[in-house]
């Protein structure tokens, strides 16, 4: 398998680096999230006309028509500068289940007639979305509390659905729903970034999107979307951490040397960067196996939450140790980081979540014996670049 990104890709992805490390600088972060609203409309508005906004979102509805690839890249720079906004739920993962539903309904495949009545709808979300008009938000049964639902103009909202997660999915009914026809209750978290909220609501028919097995299949790959998008920002703190950690022990001095030229630290940095680097590839290929809707993306993209997780975790442990526990304090930039990766760890599925469902696939009765990274990396077909 070849993971050789396009030039496009590249290119895109250091405009939208350069860019966040002007407009999303740790003190301009401070800022943000002393408001009220712990957002800022005019990030929000400056990354839109970047076209991060329209990455994901069909040629046909204004967007660039980027697949999961891409995002695996712009996930972790959104990780990397702690972006407080839930850029990536609307441009990718809502833009995903929309640009879904309305390549259905344009096919003819769709299984019932309100989807098949519903390209108008989603189009002109997409195109709000591609513009930077709108915010959405999503509710699935692994995340109970929706993210940013204060702010969103709509959310996305299942129908019958248990939030303890032991509903009969494939009975359930997707419905996009307008916020001011919502009751939201704030809940506080760790992070003040993530701005949290339960979400009460009654469906009704002119909300429906689609039903029983097709909204299954379709809030499905959008757990996968959400699992992905938040492994890609796990990997992406998990490099800020790193890079913070070895400014500041480059610098801190004790009996008058840095403090980074001890072997002790230099071996807590170390493990680090090879967590890191290990867990990228697994990001990459899950994302190509979501991108060409391969049967076992589901196993790929929890394999890559994990290892992201254990990097963003590892990084968050040491970071504190060579600061010595001053990173967990408000003045150092630190907190930041760590503490976004601690609420994101719980975010479309928890460890214990994506544990179970590998072990699911790896012991099902008819698993494949060909796991293992000869033929996790090396089975598919190498993929095909596109440099124009």
Avoid at 26 to 44: F, H, K, N, Q, V
Avoid at 68 to 93: H, R
Avoid at 188 to 193: A, L, R
Avoid at 241 to 249: A, E, G, R, T
Wanted: aromatic share 6%.
């Amino acid at each position: 398998m070849d993971f050789t990104f396009t030039d496009d890709e590249l290119a895109f992805k250091e405009a939208i680096s350069r860019f966040l490390m002007t407009e999303a600088a740790p003190e301009a972060l401070r800022e943000i999230w002393e408001t009220d609203s712990g957002r800022s409309p005019e990030l929000r508005a400056k990354m839109a006309e970047q076209g991060l906004t329209a990455l994901s979102v069909p040629e046909h509805a204004g967007g660039l028509g980027l697949n999961d690839v891409a995002w695996s890249l712009m996930t972790q720079e959104l990780g990397y500068y702690g972006i407080p906004d839930s850029m990536a739920d609307t441009a990718y993962v809502a833009a995903g289940l929309l640009a879904a539903l309305s390549s259905a309904a344009q096919n003819g495949t769709a299984q019932n007639s309100t989807a098949q009545n519903s390209i108008a709808q989603t189009d002109e979300l997409l195109g709000g979305i591609a513009g930077g008009e709108l915010r959405l938000a999503l509710q699935h049964p692994v995340n109970p509390l929706v993210a940013d639902a204060h702010l969103a103009d709509f959310i996305l909202l299942m129908e019958g659905v248990n939030p303890a997660g032991n509903t009969d999915i494939s009975q359930a009914a997707l419905h996009c729903v307008p916020r001011r026809d919502v009751d939201i209750s704030l809940h506080p978290s760790i992070d003040s970034s993530r701005r949290l909220s339960q979400v009460s609501w009654q469906p009704k028919p002119e909300t429906l999107l689609c039903r029983g097995d097709e909204a299954a299949a379709l809030m499905e790959e959008t757990l996968q979307r959400g699992a992905l998008s938040v492994a890609g920002q796990l990997l992406g703190l998990a490099q800020r951490m790193l890079d913070l950690s070895v400014d500041y022990v480059a610098q801190r001095k004790q009996f008058g040397r840095a403090i980074g030229s001890f072997q002790a630290v230099k071996h807590h940095l170390a493990d680090v960067a090879a967590k890191i680097e290990f867990a990228r590839p697994v990001l990459y290929r899950a994302a190509w196996a979501l991108a060409h809707q391969q049967p076992e993306s589901g196993l790929y993209v929890s394999q890559a939450r994990l290892a992201c997780d254990d990097a963003a975790q590892l990084a968050a442990h040491h970071g504190i140790q060579v600061h010595g526990a001053m990173g967990y304090t408000w003045e150092v930039d630190l907190q930041m980081f760590m503490k976004r990766s601690w609420s994101l760890a719980s975010s479309w599925g928890d460890r214990a979540f994506h544990q179970q469902r590998i072990n699911t696939a790896l012991f099902a009765h008819d698993a494949s014996l060909d796991y293992g990274p000869a033929d996790t990396f090396g089975s598919a077909p190498e993929r095909e670049v596109n440099n124009a």
